[in-house]
């Protein structure tokens, strides 16, 4: 499988996009001393997926709801139930947060709320399958932040961009 790499520069840092002929690969925060510069073969600059995913991307950071839009995914090695997974999650409209018990339901995995947590770990999709708005668990108080690969200052920042605080979810 051929694929393309490039870095966009974000408020989270530099991202790394990684596109195949079949979709999106990954898009994550880069890693220190992984600077990509576009790799393309064909110097495909052009690329209408990469302009579909800086567009999400500057969107969701200026604070603008990104949607839905339409970045195939290249799934090639993800399991069935992870693409069950982050299809639902991708479903979560902007601004609007669920546990990993209430994914798993929707996801048909009662009672998975540990594997999607595995699930999230592992989202190679990062804003546009939004790991982000899951969280730990929901009480009377409201809910409770839980984990994230990238860290828990990169959750915090994601989920006061799209409108929460401590008020409504606790460890913020």
């Not at 790394?16 to 495909?44: A, F, R, T």
């Not at 969107?59 to 290249?74: E, N, Q, S, V």
């Amino acid at each position: 499988m051929k694929a393309y790499e490039c870095s966009i520069t974000t408020p989270l840092g530099p991202m790394k996009v990684v596109l195949s002929e079949c979709g999106l690969v990954s898009l994550g925060v880069q890693k220190e001393g992984d600077c990509p510069e576009w790799s393309d073969p064909y110097q495909n600059r052009g690329d209408d997926r990469l302009a579909a995913i800086k567009t999400f991307v500057n969107d969701y950071f200026y604070g603008r709801d990104p949607g839905t839009k339409d970045i195939p995914l290249d799934m090639t090695g993800i399991s069935p139930f992870r693409k069950r997974v982050y299809i639902e999650l991708m479903k979560v409209p902007y601004g609007e947060v669920l546990t990993y018990g209430e994914l798993a339901e929707r996801a048909g995995s009662p009672g998975g709320a540990r594997a999607v947590g595995n699930a999230m770990n592992s989202n190679p999709y990062l804003l546009i399958v939004p790991c982000h708005r899951v969280l730990a668990s929901r009480s009377r108080h409201g809910y409770l932040l839980g984990g994230f690969g990238i860290g828990l200052d990169a959750k915090r920042f994601l989920l006061r961009s799209e409108g929460h605080d401590e008020t409504d979810i606790t460890g913020m």
